[in-house]
């Protein structure tokens, strides 16, 4: 087998279209739908939070309400999340070049990291004035029934549900830390890998 | 914005006319079919999240794979663990050609991709770009560097690649 030249390579490059025209359209489509979606975000969070927050002041509390409450909770945080991350996305697609665009995401996995490891400082001490402030309303204010008050609110199955979902909490901020981490830590190799590219495109390496 | 052409349109055209070179670059990034069919659906929601920021001043194609390069670079970065060796499918197949011509061009083809795939990124990019057939201007505008340094970058993504490939056969 002959050694092909940079012609050869770019003819065999070229060639390899991968995938179908078809797929390639309907995933084009699909772009511009979530794209047209996403557009739309901010309009539809004040929508949901205007349209869940009228039927809770004027409807009783029962088992619907609280249905729909989780739901809309949930429907919130997706939806805040995803505007984030497509603004995220919207931001770092500004620079100019892939070294700045690289420095930019740096910047934006730091302010994240610094982020979750801020949550997870403050989880635990809010939680615990959480809890006192619980078992103070159950016991009164009253310092010597505080305890009392504890004990009460430990007792009771509501409590440790709020528990595990602060523990499922926790244990999704520390996994997005650790992913945040992993993150910084290949973007900062790839920060490496363009300054030292840059210096070997100026000769000094 | 500054260009001539609605946003749909210019999608239109982006999504017509760049399917070789974002599925390409995609390639360059990701082994995986799943994961790049991800990838490239990630490349076209920012190609059209950054519309409204072309202004014409170079071509649709040159913003297309710069757009694709910086999406796959997040992609690169974002992955929780080491990318899986996977076998590049058979359907990178092209023209009608005989059994035995169309094989060895499928080995060469796979032989090629896989070389790329071990390049460090900066000079995947450079070496991408070539390959599509970008000028040196065009890979200055999306590279951020100068056509000078463009060329010398090449050359060394050019030899890195000869000698991968050569490791390899």
């Not at chain 1, 772009?31 to 996403?38: D, E, F, I, T």
């Not at chain 1, 989780?70 to 939806?79: D, H």
């Not at chain 2, 239109?12 to 069919?37: F, K, T």
Request: proline share 4%; net charge positive; hydrophobic share 45%.
């Amino acid at each position: 087998m002959r050694e092909p030249g940079f012609e050869d390579l770019a003819n065999l490059w070229q060639d390899a279209e991968v995938g179908d025209r078809a797929a390639f359209e309907a995933l084009a489509r699909r772009a511009r739908l979530k794209g047209r979606l996403l557009a739309y975000a901010d309009f539809a969070l004040v929508l949901l939070l205007a349209g869940g927050l009228l039927p809770g002041i004027v409807l009783a509390p029962n088992p619907m309400t609280i249905a729909a409450a989780v739901l809309l909770l949930v429907a919130t945080l997706w939806l805040s999340w995803t505007r984030r991350r497509y603004r995220q996305m919207a931001a770092t697609l500004n620079t100019s070049d892939p070294a700045a665009f690289v420095e930019s995401s740096v910047a934006y996995a730091r302010a994240n990291l610094r982020r979750v490891n801020l949550s997870l400082i403050l989880t635990g001490p809010l939680v615990a004035t959480a809890i006192v402030f619980k078992a103070a309303k159950r016991s009164r204010g009253g310092l010597e029934t505080l305890p009392q008050g504890l004990l009460e609110w430990v007792s009771e199955p509501r409590s440790w549900i709020g528990l595990a979902v602060v523990a499922l909490v926790v244990l999704f901020m520390l996994r997005s830390r650790r992913r945040l981490r992993g993150e910084l830590g290949r973007l900062e190799e790839l920060r490496l890998d363009y300054e030292r590219e840059k210096r070997r495109d100026a000769g000094i390496e | 914005m500054a260009v001539n052409g609605s946003k749909e349109q210019l999608f239109a055209q982006v999504s017509s006319s760049c399917m070789g070179l974002i599925s390409r670059i995609a390639l360059s990034y990701e082994a995986d079919p799943p994961l790049r069919h991800e990838l490239v659906q990630d490349i076209l929601l920012a190609i059209w999240v950054a519309l409204p920021n072309y202004r014409g001043e170079a071509s649709v194609k040159t913003f297309a794979a710069s757009i694709a390069q910086k999406r796959c670079i997040s992609h690169v970065s974002k992955r929780a663990r080491e990318p899986r060796q996977v076998e590049l499918s058979t359907e990178l197949a092209s023209a009608a050609e005989l059994p035995d011509e169309l094989a060895l061009r499928n080995d060469q083809q796979r032989h090629l991709i896989e070389s790329i795939q071990q390049l460090p990124i900066p000079q995947r990019e450079a070496i991408v770009l070539c390959l599509e057939g970008f000028s040196y201007g065009e890979m200055a505008t999306i590279l951020g560097i100068s056509p000078n340094a463009v060329m010398t970058r090449c050359q060394r993504a050019k030899s890195n690649l000869r000698s991968i490939m050569g490791r390899r056969s």
